[in-house]
């Protein structure tokens, strides 16, 4: 009958807390054994040591000849390569980590929700990844190469391991947040915190957010600053057509139903 309301589609799905808990520790338990296993290849090969070389690589090439890191601490030239191998290995095994997590949490979502967060969970990752990918690959060289030319002469620098590592996970923190703003961009839009036309219209306030939030966190130099903002200002147009896109195609049934009753009016 017409007057009945809707039959919910999670109706009958509920399970006793108990089952959850043991589902969370299932999954808690596979997420680790993925990281425990990539850790475990990462550790026989390439090594740890290979793996910190990688990571430093960018800094070595713009040491003066001869130079390079040391270790002013007894055991960290253990303990950090170890550090840096784990966070390959967690960053290696994401996909089966969010893999976990959204089999934990998806069947207590209702299909439009489903539509709206698996698309962003895995944007916010390819988003993240490619923030880190940029910030190694091009402005870690434009840094060092100005930190190093406008040392001093009679300075030689010896980079601390331990010190660089911060600097390094602080960058790529940075950077691999700072991709992140489409997907802050379509929650925005999508729980109708603001809407896009207001966002449209702040796109100069956020210009200069950009370049003061490139200015604070990257070195003073032109080049790593416009290596953030320039791709910052990017982003937030690419965020302001996927929320037109997202808000069209993840309402949920009672929205569309409003929106039907608009249009017939």
Known sequence: MSGQPPKDELEGTEQPFVEHLVELRDRLIKAL?????????LAFYPGPGALYDLLAAPLVANLPEGATLIATSVISPFLVPLKITLMAAFLIALPVVLYQVWAFVAPGLYSHEKRLVLPLVVASTLLFALGVAFCYFFVFGQVFKFIQGFAPKS???APDIEAYLSF????????????????AVVLLARMGVVSIEQLKAWRGYFIVVAFIIAAVITPPDVVSQLSLAIPMCLLYELGLWAAKLFIRTTKAPDEEEAGSSDKAA
Request: cysteine-free; aromatic content about 14%.
């Open 168 to 183: 390094v996970l602080t960058m790529f923190i940075a950077f691999g947040a700072a991709f992140e703003v489409p997907v």
């Open 33 to 41: 054994l993925a990281v425990g296993v990539v850790f475990g290849v």
């Open 155 to 157: 300075i030689t620098a």
